[in-house]
């Protein structure tokens, strides 16, 4: 062969090789940041099977936190029923609803999120502008803390004003109303056909929780006022608390 028809090789020697699968793979071992054999597609697989994972690591977490608001929701509703009984001999039965929302409360706004604010790297200006899911949660914290300080306030006599009321059922509609616009995408990434029934299945479970939700708000207005048969009222407040406590400890995605 002639040094003109050598370098007229090499040009089709050079195409030759790129296009082998020898080459390919060669090439691949050597990408900034790619194991040494380890192919594209084995690396798609283990990508999805994190993602998979954390998704299934996310959702659990999810329904642990609901679940451990229920707990103590449903709690509130057998202390509500029960008070009446039980004030007589154990004045400091009273003291439980403070202890019983404030809890649940301190949980979800520190622990709930933790890659968010106060205690991740998400800042609260991130969280109020492009966090709504998070956002939410924080203001269910302030609600559940809010109620904390009332009952306390109620059972220290401070409440005498008739408008005080209604701050307890103010909380409640207030994080009813909020239920009908809490976003599920957070919760079901993705919008294939199962993350899409996953999705719908968050959004009636939050319809059914405003709904209880409203009407623990109604009945604990009747109740505080005194008007309406407000014996009765309370035991249907203390029933739709318990209610409403099941439907959290039930909750699954």
């Known amino acids: ?49 994190a993602r998979l994972a954390k998704e299934e ?39 439980l609803w403070v202890i019983l929302f ?32 998070v956002l939410q949660h924080k203001i269910f914290s302030l609600v559940l803390l809010n109620l904390s300080v009332v009952e306390y306030l109620r059972v220290r006599n401070k409440l005498q004003a008739l408008w005080t009321a209604f701050l307890f059922p103010a909380f409640a509609a207030a994080g009813a109303a909020l239920l009908l616009v809490h976003s599920p995408q957070a919760h079901a990434a993705g919008m294939d056909p199962s993350a899409h029934q996953s999705m719908l299945k968050i959004e009636n479970q939050h319809i059914h929780f405003a709904v209880v939700g409203f009407g623990i708000a109604i009945s604990k207005a009747i109740v505080d006022t005194g008007r ?5 009222m309370r035991v249907v407040f203390a029933a739709l608390m318990m209610v409403l406590g099941l439907l959290l400890i039930t909750y699954t995605e």
């Open 1 to 49: 062969m002639t040094a003109k028809q050598s370098l007229l090789a090499l040009p089709l020697l050079t195409i030759a090789l790129w296009g082998s699968p020898a080459f390919s793979l060669q090439h691949e071992a050597h990408q900034p940041g790619a194991s040494p054999g380890v192919t594209a597609p084995q690396r798609s697989a283990a990508d999805l099977a």
């Open 57 to 95: 690591a996310d959702k659990r977490f999810s329904e642990f936190n609901h679940r451990f608001a229920g707990i103590f929701v449903f709690l509130v509703g057998v202390v509500a029923l029960l008070q009446p009984i039980l004030a007589r001999r154990f004045g400091v039965i009273r003291y």
């Open 102 to 133: 404030l809890i649940p409360g301190i949980y979800l706004l520190f622990l709930s999120d933790p890659e968010s604010w106060p205690t991740g790297n998400q800042t609260l200006y991130y969280v109020v502008t492009e966090n709504m899911q």
């Open 228 to 232: 309406f048969h407000a014996r009765l």
